[in-house]
């Protein structure tokens, strides 16, 4: 059809992308078009329907665009989907509920990434993805940590030292610098997740020790510039393994006998794979290796009357003081 003086210019390679930007924007293997439903985009751009059958046709047979034809039965209309989606919509919900769930991503960064994620697939499948994970989120210092979080996957990924302050709250809610506001400079070996924080595991070469720190407690992070070598013999994983809650300590040989009702607490900690074994009707006993720290013994507070430590003789007694201290708030 000859086109108008009011009619858009097309090109034949604008023409193919334009069709190829409506099936990918519209259609999924739910919700399939027919030529003329594309055809009707075009309204205006003085294009044929021959001729966005060809470009459909041309999509069909190609492997780095895969379209798809659809016929119900012999004799019906075929209708056409785009068929090169590389995420189900299962796991592009996944993906929005990580995000929704990340809390150190601010409100205004996690709505563009799920604004970016939903055009991962048609818009008809888009609008199954628009009821969103809510999370009681403390803001506090999120975005700091959402900008450094690159900064620090960079360094460990050219092995070079970063440079930075460290501090933590006051009771009076006032963030204080450690080291009177002096620089920290270390060897970052790896990032690690752990209860909705992350942290920087490093070679701290002023001490000789590796450390970890909380990233969202860290400011004025920089890339000092200077490369090092890091451990060959240091595992990250083994490290984490040793850890509680992210607080490292000298290893032990855990030993605690725990309530029935805290099985699911201990294998959510330590895995189906823990020496658990039955100790009467009501209790099981724990066999692990574990690190001798605050986190551990906290931990193990927190589950009260329901957990004894047996062994060893060390953490017993550090569980006495601490329980001794509690009473003698309450007497």
């Known amino acids: 059809m000859p086109a108008s003086d009011g009619d858009k210019r097309l090109n034949a390679r604008g023409r193919l992308l334009k069709v ?14 027919t030529i003329h439903d594309i055809h009707s985009r ?12 060809e470009d459909v046709q041309a999509l069909e047979e190609s492997d780095d665009f895969p379209v798809t034809a659809v016929q119900e039965k012999e004799g019906t209309v075929k209708r056409y989907f785009f068929d090169g989606r ?6 592009l919900r996944l993906l929005l509920d990580a995000i929704s769930a990340a809390k150190f991503i601010p409100e205004q960064l996690t709505q563009s ?17 628009n009821n969103e994970l809510h999370v009681a989120v403390d803001s506090a210092g999120v975005a700091d940590t959402a900008i450094a979080v690159q900064t620090l996957h ?26 009177d506001g ?19 595991v490093a070679h701290f070469p002023e001490e000789e020790e590796v450390r970890q720190y909380r990233v969202d407690r860290m400011r004025e992070i920089r890339l000092e510039g200077s490369p090092f070598v890091p451990d060959p013999e240091f595992s990250l994983q083994s490290y984490l393994g040793s850890t509680f809650h992210m607080y490292s300590g000298e290893p032990i040989s855990l030993e605690a006998r725990f309530e029935n009702r805290l099985i699911n607490v201990v294998i959510d900690r330590y895995g189906t794979a823990a020496n658990i074994r039955r100790d009467g009707d009501g209790h099981f006993i724990l066999k692990t290796q574990a690190a001798m720290s605050d986190g551990l013994v906290r931990w193990l507070l927190g589950w009260g009357k329901g957990v004894r430590i047996l062994h060893p003789p060390v953490l017993v007694k550090r569980m006495e003081e601490e329980i001794r201290g509690m009473h003698r708030l309450y007497e």
Request: hydrophobic share 35%; proline share 3%; glycine share 6%.
């Open 154 to 179: 960079e360094a460990v990924q050219q092995h070079l030292r970063i440079a930075f302050k460290y501090g933590k709250y006051t009771p009076d809610k006032e963030f204080k610098l450690s080291r």
């Open 182 to 200: 002096g620089e920290y400079v270390v060897e970052p070996y790896g990032l690690a997740w752990n209860n909705d924080k992350y942290y920087l």
């Open 86 to 91: 590389r995420f189900q919509i299962h796991e």
């Open 113 to 129: 990434l799920q604004g970016k994620i939903r055009k991962l697939t048609s818009r008809p499948l888009a609008a199954q993805l």
């Open 20 to 33: 190829l930007h409506i099936l990918m924007e519209e259609t999924d293997d739910r919700n399939a078009l």
């Open 42 to 53: 075009f309204e205006g751009f003085g294009v044929s329907v021959k001729a966005v059958r």
